[in-house]
Structure formats: C-alpha cells, structure tokens
C-alpha cells in the first residue's frame, strides 16, 4: 500500500469553496465538507473508475483488498483541514495596471495550461442567489438581472474590451511570479508581483466607483462561509468574514470542518448552534 496524500483546492470557475482531497494507490476521494467523502475508485489495469459515497457514521464503501487502502486513508486521516496545494492561480488582471483583478481558476503546482479565455462570473445557477443591498433591482428603467450579472459585468468591464489573464506561481511571502496568460504585454511573463499587488480574496477591493466597491464587499461578505477556509487570511479579514458568515449559519455550519482557524469563538459557536438547527429541519 502507498502512502496517502492529502490536500486541499479551490473549486472554481467559478468560486465555490474548498474541497477535501485524498489520494492513495491510484484511488482518490473528494469532499466538500471533511465528512461526505465521493470515492472514486479506479480498476486495476482497466482504468475505469467507479464511485462510491462513504462517509464515517454510515460507511456506504466496504473493505476489500482492492479498497483497503483509501479506507484506511480516510479512516486515519489527519484532523482538521488539508493544507492547500494549489498555488498556481490564473487571475484577470486589470486594464488601468495589469494587476490582479479577479481569480479565475487555481491548479497544483506543474506546467500551467494554455489560456484560451478570460471570462470571470460572480456565480452560475444556485450562486445566482447573491443579493446586495447596494443595488435596487426595481429601478425603473433599468433592465432586472441577477446581482451576480451585475458584479460579472464590472468585473468584465475593468478588464477591458480585450481582456488579459495571467498564470502566477504564488510564493511564500505571498506575493507572485507571472508566467503565461492570455493577451499579454512584452515582458508579463517573469515579472514579480507583490503580495499587496494581489487582492486578498477573489476580487480586487479598491474602487474608483462606490457602487462597485460595495458591490464587492457584499459579493465577499455572501461568500463569507467559504472564504474562512482559505488559509492565510489577515485577521482583520477573517474577523470581519466570521460577523458575515455567522448571519448565514447554516452554510457556515455545512463547512465546519474545514476552517483552520476561529477568532471569534463564542460568536461561531452560537451560529453553529443555529444552523445545526436550521439543517436538522431540512
């Protein structure tokens, strides 16, 4: 039996949380909360895969010689969540610098891929839920789209009408190395951004346009619940997602598992409570 690896990504496009991950002996498993577990297994000498949903209070998976080894994985795998290993990061960059301006997609480490397009989306189908209240939607004369389009479209709008987007290899210290993309200028590729050169969550924060800086603080206080997955939040940032996350408490109870950290103990506590509750009436 080989030794398990065990790791966290970034679901995206577009941004949809964290998911768990683990793989030994050519089998991997997936989970988006650290308890439901998608087992893919794969057949030896066949390369087919079959799936399986395990998880520990109601198995679901039974153990063989062939599934011994990633249920024994699951089964001792660390506390907590996996530490992150996709620190490849495709962003949009801006028009007005050529900074980053919204995440687009994240890989593990490797040759990145070709990119063929830079079309960032706040949301698609259930994340077209994002309502804020910066914006009124019964404005007369104005067309009723989804505040998720809203964001999309200034977003869209900040690239520019030939957008660009580079692959950067994060570093330790937070900051970036570029290396290809889509649309680049001469000299891109190599250059060294950094870590005040990046936003520190998915969409660049500082506006010209009110309307559109509070647009995007509402987009990150919704994804609050997700975003106190990531690792290496300022602790104002993460103070700030947790008063946001606790006023939606049954998605942040849904990701329990997977915050690293709780500045606010008492407060998540009770959210927890709450959204234990609200779950159990489902």
């Known amino acids: 039996m080989g030794e398990p690896v065990y790791y966290s990504l970034r679901r995206m496009p577009p941004y949809q949380g964290t998911v768990q991950i683990v793989e030994v002996d050519g089998h991997r498993a997936i989970s988006?909360?650290?308890?439901?577990?998608?087992?893919?297994?794969?057949?030896?000498?066949m390369g087919r895969v079959s799936q399986v949903s395990?998880?520990?209070?109601?198995?679901?998976l039974i153990e063989t010689d062939y599934t011994q080894s990633i249920l024994s994985a699951l089964r001792s795998r660390p506390s907590g969540p996996f530490p992150f290993s996709d620190h490849l990061e495709l962003w949009l960059l801006a028009a007005d610098d050529g900074l980053p301006l919204a995440l687009l997609?994240?890989?593990?480490q490797g040759p990145p891929p070709q990119v063929h397009q830079a079309d960032w989306n706040a949301g698609l189908g259930e994340q077209q839920a994002f309502v804020a209240s910066a914006l009124n939607p019964?404005?007369?004369?104005?067309?009723?789209?989804?505040?998720?389009?809203?964001?999309?479209?200034?977003?869209?709008?900040?690239?520019?009408?030939?957008?660009?987007?580079?692959?950067?290899?994060?570093?330790?210290?937070?900051?970036?190395?570029?290396?290809?993309?889509?649309?680049?200028?001469?000299?891109?590729?190599?250059?060294?951004?950094?870590v005040d050169g990046f936003p520190e969550l998915l969409v660049r924060e500082h506006w010209d346009n009110e309307l559109h800086r509070r647009l995007v603080e509402e987009y990150h206080e919704?994804?609050?619940?997700?975003?106190?997955?990531?690792?290496?939040?300022?602790?104002?940032?993460?103070?700030?997602?947790?008063?946001?996350?606790?006023?939606?408490?049954?998605r942040l109870y849904e990701v329990r598992?997977?915050?690293?950290e709780v500045i606010n103990r008492d407060m998540v506590d009770a959210a927890m409570v709450e959204g234990r509750m609200r779950h159990a009436m489902h």
Do not use: Y
Request: aromatic share 4%; with cysteine; net charge positive.
């Open 32 to 45: 988006r909360d650290g308890i439901r577990w998608q087992v893919h297994l794969r057949t030896p000498g």
């Open 54 to 60: 395990w998880s520990e209070d109601r198995g679901g």
């Open 138 to 194: 019964g404005d007369p004369g104005q067309t009723i789209i989804s505040h998720a389009e809203v964001l999309t479209r200034c977003v869209r709008a900040a690239a520019g009408p030939l957008p660009r987007a580079q692959w950067f290899r994060r570093t330790d210290d937070g900051g970036g190395i570029g290396l290809s993309g889509l649309n680049l200028d001469p000299g891109m590729a190599g250059r060294l951004v950094r």
């Open 222 to 250: 919704w994804q609050a619940p997700n975003l106190l997955t990531n690792t290496g939040l300022r602790k104002a940032t993460r103070d700030a997602l947790e008063h946001a996350a606790c006023r939606q408490a049954e």
């Open 257 to 260: 598992q997977l915050l690293p």
């Open 105 to 108: 997609q994240t890989l593990v």
